[in-house]
């Protein structure tokens, strides 16, 4: 039986890891879903943002709720507070880098709307700031992370929900969040709208 290849190995060392995770992301992604369809159906809005690798993934779970994943529907309200470069940019340049989420977030942020956070370490101060100010502002809290014992997981509050995918490194957790990302529109859609068969 031939050996495989480094390319093969790596691919079957992603899947493994995944795999490994599902038992333990799973309960967490249904209670995200059932918190973001309760907002949904509240009238309330998605507040979604990430940092550094997890902002494309960040700008595709925005992508699915406002357009579709699996079938056409309804667009739901999401907003993603981390490809506004220029709102950023001057947040940033005034020396508030910390507070380019929190910022949005106390400007339109409202009681019973959703923020979504990303971060593959766990440990993004803008991220921390923007969960605050989402606590001081009676927005409920959902985080998607790749590490344990991060500066986010310590801000964490009861009714907050984790996603801690248990990754060994950022190629890992970023494989992890765009599998848990799908898993929640998929969920999603299908308890607001029925499947598409």
């Given at each position: 039986m031939n050996e495989l290849s480094p390319i093969s190995n790596y691919l079957c060392d992603a899947i493994d890891s995944a795999a490994s995770n599902i038992e333990q992301i799973a309960p967490?992604?249904?209670d995200a879903c059932n918190l973001i369809g309760q907002s949904l159906l509240s009238d309330k809005k998605l507040i979604i943002c990430g940092n550094g690798y997890s902002a494309p993934i960040a700008g595709l779970l925005t992508t699915c709720?406002?357009?579709q994943q699996e079938f056409e529907r309804p667009s739901l309200p999401a907003i993603n507070?981390?490809?506004?470069?220029?709102?950023?940019?001057a947040i940033a340049t005034d020396g508030n880098y910390h507070h380019v989420y929190s910022k949005q977030i106390r400007a339109m942020g409202n009681e019973g709307d959703t923020l979504v956070a990303l971060s593959t370490d766990g440990n993004c101060s803008n991220i921390v700031q923007a969960i605050q100010t989402a606590h001081e502002?009676?927005?409920?809290v959902i985080t998607m992370i790749g590490f344990e014992n991060g500066k986010i997981s310590a801000v964490k509050q009861e009714g907050d929900i984790e996603i801690l995918l248990h990754s060994n490194s950022?190629?890992?957790?970023?494989?992890?969040?765009?599998?848990?990302?799908?898993?929640?529109c998929h969920q999603i859609e299908n308890q607001l709208f029925g499947s598409a068969d």
């Open positions: 967490a992604i249904n709720l406002m357009h507070i981390s490809i506004d470069s220029t709102t950023i940019s502002k009676g927005v409920h950022v190629a890992r957790a970023m494989e992890s969040q765009l599998l848990a990302v799908n898993a929640l």
